[in-house]
């Protein structure tokens, strides 16, 4: 979704630039290739910073599907609130409320724990230290 392709460009960007400096020059001088730089140096760097872009931009794009259902959708669950909200049914309006809020907690949650997950793997079942 285009809602959440800007927190995903910002967090990759800083992601990247998070490489240590001293590290990136132990690789160079181990003559490392740009594909173990990357896999073994740059994405371990980012990790934090892409999983924490994916937290933002998982309900982002929940609420930019949500809009636009409201501009210019003939179905959907936006459409769904809309014909609710202009014919007073406010059960149907909460319902569509509290599934869309359940969607995007579903999505941040499924970030989580994959980030739960990687980061675990990441430091070999050793987390926090």
Do not use: N
């Not at 160079?28 to 740059?42: D, E, M, N, T």
């Not at 409201?70 to 909200?85: F, H, L, N, T």
Request: overall charge neutral; charged content about 10%.
């Amino acid at each position: 979704m285009l809602a959440a392709q800007f927190p995903l460009l910002v967090g990759s960007i800083q992601g990247f630039k998070a490489v240590d400096r001293h590290m990136a020059e132990l690789f160079h001088v181990l003559s490392a290739s740009p594909g173990q730089r990357l896999v073994k140096l740059a994405l371990p760097s980012a990790l934090p910073y892409l999983f924490a872009a994916c937290k933002i931009a998982a309900p982002l794009a929940v609420l930019g599907a949500l809009f636009g259902d409201w501009a210019g959708g003939d179905r959907g669950i936006g459409m769904m609130m809309v014909y609710a909200m202009f014919s007073f049914d406010a059960p149907v309006v909460w319902m569509t409320i509290l599934f869309v809020c359940g969607m995007a907690l579903a999505g941040y949650t499924v970030v989580a724990v994959l980030e739960a997950l990687v980061v675990r793997w990441d430091t070999g079942g050793k987390v926090g230290g």
